[in-house]
Antibody, heavy 114, light 110 residues
Framework: QVQLQESGPGLVKPSQTLSLSCAVS??????????WSWIRQYPGKGLEWIGY???????RYNPSLKSRVTISRDTSKNQFSLEMISVTAADTAVYYC??????WGQGILVTVSS | DSVMTQTPLSLSVTPGQPASISCKSS???????????LYWYLQKPGQSPQLLVY???KRFSGVPDRFSGSGSGTDFTLKIGRVEAEDVGVYYC????????FGQGTRLEI
């Protein structure tokens, strides 16, 4: 069974960059036909898809976040990452990584505050 | 964007009774490849969402057969044949025919 685990800082200052990683076990992020996603859940519980990366490394992003987000990967570590620039308090959320769309990580709370 | 609207927003069910949740999309979810990418998730308290149903009506591995999905085009339904205490949580529909969007969630209580 595929398992995913998010890691990264739980507190980021406004205007700085949010950086998270997702370690994958039980499956390779380079194996077709899977995609690997980042999703976030706001404190009010709404869910928002951020973007995904294919097994070949191509990416697709939510148009509302595209200018601020980059998803990358390290195949040697079997992990993929999220970078979001210029964060504000509105980016405070639980961030999930997932194998699109069956297995999800446990999530990591990221708070944007000075 | 496909806006996903769920009803009801909350549901109180007696154990052993059925339950039904509706999900309506602002656009048809039929993809040009012939598939309809509509999913149902359950988020139990303190946990991440877990997949129940994919592509409208296919139950994910290990999901009890009391859960069933149906629908087409813009109208979809998740039915729970006989609700059990472990079914408590928030149910979300999600589409990925266009860029992925989620419904606002339906809270099920016993």
């Amino acid at each position: 069974q595929v398992q995913l685990q998010e890691s990264g800082p739980g507190l980021v200052k406004p205007s700085q960059t949010l950086s998270l990683s997702c370690a994958v076990s039980g499956g390779s992020i380079s194996s077709a036909p899977y995609y690997w996603s980042w999703i976030r859940q706001y404190p009010g519980k709404g869910l928002e898809w951020i973007g995904y990366m294919s097994s070949s490394g191509s990416t697709r992003y939510n148009p509302s976040l595209k200018s601020r987000v980059t998803i990358s990967r390290d195949t040697s570590k079997n992990q993929f990452s999220l970078e979001m620039i210029s964060v504000t308090a509105a980016d405070t959320a639980v961030y999930y990584c997932a194998r699109t769309w069956d297995f999800w990580g446990q999530g990591i709370l990221v708070t944007v505050s000075s | 964007d496909s806006v996903m609207t769920q009803t009801p927003l909350s549901l109180s069910v007696t154990p052993g009774q059925p339950a039904s949740i509706s999900c309506k999309s602002s656009q048809s979810l039929l993809h040009s490849d012939g598939n309809t990418y509509l999913y149902w998730y359950l988020q139990k308290p303190g946990q991440s969402p877990q997949l129940l149903v994919y592509e409208v009506s296919k139950r994910f591995s290990g999901v009890p057969d009391r859960f069933s999905g149906s629908g087409s085009g813009t109208d979809f339904t998740l039915k729970i044949g006989r609700v059990e205490a472990e079914d408590v949580g928030v149910y979300y529909c999600m589409q990925s025919t266009q860029f992925p969007t989620f419904g606002q969630g339906t809270r099920l209580e016993i």
